[in-house]
């Protein structure tokens, strides 16, 4: 049973107290089909999220079996499932994998065995079993809606709570799924609350709630509605809701419902006798052998999956994602590829030799001062292409970090959202991105590094180069990652980090002096700056005199620079982590 005792939802608006729900109180029985109904904007979403817990309730009090929810926790994961107006699968897999990745992330499955068994059974309960192997993006809004449907099923959740799954559909679609709903809460004593806007197929709930101004106007049986309304057409009960305020309905309610509760448990008897309708007695402890061979999975109650086996579920949904995704694949290698070329068109430069100025001193002036003009001219020329090449490859990869992670959090949110709500962990998630992106910083990084190598020979250290060149790389990943997950929007996360990518060349020094009072301040921040500064102090002495004459801007030893590159990377990974577990469901 799940009981709301009057439940209130209140938000502050211009300072004042707004009640989203008010005072709403429903009973509703194992085995129930519910419909919410309610005219645009009357609280069908808020007081579902309010059973979910995603809008903790401010007063009044949820029971769920008897256990008071308000005081001794919310819902296991497994116990609710929640289907939300938007799609939670991925368009690349396919309708197998996704099933698949939700189980994996949801339930703790003994074996391949029980996992299979998991999923041929959600899948032949929503009737999704002969397109199994269908891209989700090809799939019909319907069959979307089924997809939507199986996922929560994973975990055989007792309570089903759908957000308008049938919107948009066609009548026969809409029909289908109607009557899948149906279905689903005539097994094990299953309740499935639908929020719709639609008043068709209503012969199909076993009762209606219509909600008025976040308050209960009606709930009871479907075909009692209009008789309620005193109105001839389910159309016309919208309309006549408008005629009085929301306080009146509510307390008109109030006056009649112990009538309408006794409707309703007289029908729900009658199914019961008739057979249509079956609601186990027993808890699942006391299942019966017998019962446990029929459903093992059912049997034992369901547990939430190892931080590991999560890991490993993300993963390697990620790396199917990208694969899948050719667009993608095309693009990073093009940018792992072509980048490097780029830095390489400019190492020629860099190469010719710089002289020294002689020991023995000149007879003739003249002549002096020419091979001083040469000398000088030759440091010039090699410690500005030097300092150049280096920058531009610290630019490049302070780009491919932000390419790498800027919508990576942000461009999936909900999906993340609804994940987190069915029990995954955000550590879990966190670092799955993490082993994700490190593979991308490396492979850039390392070939950035050994390619420009290749074609001109750092003249310095170059393992100390190349590290510098990892760690602005994942420094600008990390800090990007983190803007991903404190963003609301995918937009919003890709502007802001084009933004920090943008500011690190002028930012960084390198090519313009900051005047010393700005430079202070600037500096810290500039990953681009301490990236250059530490692969500049890992030249060889004589390269980088010649670069020290070109350079208006202070270098940092290089084991400086590392701390502070370091640092960044700690500073976006908190900011991840910070993100990633605050809650951010629209
Ligand atoms: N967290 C919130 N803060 C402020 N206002 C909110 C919040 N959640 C919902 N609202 C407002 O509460 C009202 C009810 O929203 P809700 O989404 O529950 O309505 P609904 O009946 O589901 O509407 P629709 O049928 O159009 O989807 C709306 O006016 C909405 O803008």
Request: glycine content about 8%; overall charge negative.
């Amino acid at each position: 049973m799940l009981e709301l005792k009057d439940v209130c939802f209140t938000i502050q608006k211009d300072g004042e107290s707004v009640n989203l729900i008010d005072s709403a109180s429903i009973q509703i029985p194992r085995g129930h089909f519910m419909a919410i109904v309610g005219p645009s904007g009357c609280g069908k979403t808020t007081l579902l999220k309010t059973i979910a817990g995603l809008n903790p309730e401010s007063d009044g009090a949820l029971f769920w079996e008897g256990r008071n929810l308000s005081e001794e926790g919310d819902f296991e994961p497994a116990e609710i499932g929640y289907v939300p107006q938007f799609s939670i699968a991925y368009d690349p897999l396919t309708v197998d994998e996704s099933i698949e990745a939700a189980t994996r992330l949801r339930v703790r499955t003994r074996d391949a065995e029980d996992l299979d068994h998991r999923i041929d059974r959600v899948l032949e309960e929503t009737g999704l079993t002969a397109i199994a192997d269908r891209h989700v993006k090809v799939l019909s809004g319907g069959q979307k809606r089924r997809l939507g449907l199986a996922m929560e099923l994973v975990s055989d959740p007792k309570l089903l709570l759908c957000d308008e799954v049938t919107s948009g559909l066609d009548p026969r679609s809409e029909r289908e799924i109607v009557r899948l709903l149906h279905d689903l809460s005539r097994r094990d004593g299953r309740i499935v609350l639908s929020v719709t806007h639609s008043l068709a197929h209503l012969e199909l709930y076993d009762s209606i709630l219509v909600l008025h101004e976040g308050r209960v106007a009606y709930h009871g049986p479907p075909d009692l509605v209009t008789h309620y309304f005193s109105v001839h057409d389910t159309e016309e009960v919208y309309p006549k809701l408008a005629t009085q305020p929301s306080e009146r309905w509510q307390g008109s309610w109030l006056k009649h419902q112990e009538a309408y509760y006794g409707k309703l448990e007289r029908s729900r008897q009658r199914a019961i006798d008739a057979g249509t309708l079956h609601v186990p007695e027993k808890h699942e402890e006391e299942v019966s052998d017998e019962d446990q061979e029929e459903k093992p999975e059912q049997a034992a109650s369901v547990k939430a999956p190892g931080f590991f086996t999560q890991l490993g579920t993300l993963l390697s949904r990620r790396w199917r994602i990208f694969f899948r995704d050719k667009g993608q694949v095309f693009l990073q290698l093009a940018i792992i590829l072509c980048f490097p070329i780029l830095v390489t068109l400019f190492s020629d430069k860099a190469e010719g030799p710089i002289a020294s100025l002689s020991d023995a001193k000149q007879d003739n002036i003249l002549e002096e001062i020419q091979e001083r003009q040469m000398v000088r001219q030759e440091q010039v020329k090699v410690g500005s292409a030097v300092s150049g090449i280096i920058m531009f490859q610290v630019i490049l990869l302070s780009l491919m970090g932000s390419n790498n992670s800027a919508r990576e959090i942000a461009g999936e949110r909900q999906i993340f959202e609804k994940e987190k709500f069915g029990g995954l962990r955000p550590s879990a998630y966190l670092a799955s991105k993490l082993a994700f992106l490190a593979c991308l910083v490396l492979a850039q990084s390392i070939w950035m590094g050994v390619f420009v190598n290749f074609f001109g020979v750092f003249r310095g250290e170059f393992p100390q180069h190349l590290l510098f060149l990892l760690l602005i790389n994942g420094a600008m990943t990390a800090i990007c990652l983190g803007i991903s997950a404190l963003m609301r929007t995918a937009e919003q996360a890709s502007l802001l980090s084009i933004y920090l990518v943008g500011f690190q060349l002028p930012l960084s020094g390198a090519v313009l002096a900051l005047p010393e009072h700005i430079e202070k301040f600037t500096r810290p921040f500039i990953s681009a700056y301490w990236a250059w500064s530490g692969s500049v102090d890992a030249l060889e002495s004589k390269v980088l005199y010649a670069v020290k004459s070109v350079i208006d801007t202070s270098l940092t030893p290089q084991n400086v620079c590392l701390y502070t590159l370091l640092f960044h990377i700690g500073v976006g990974l908190i900011a991840a982590w910070i993100g990633a577990r605050r809650h951010q469901w629209d």
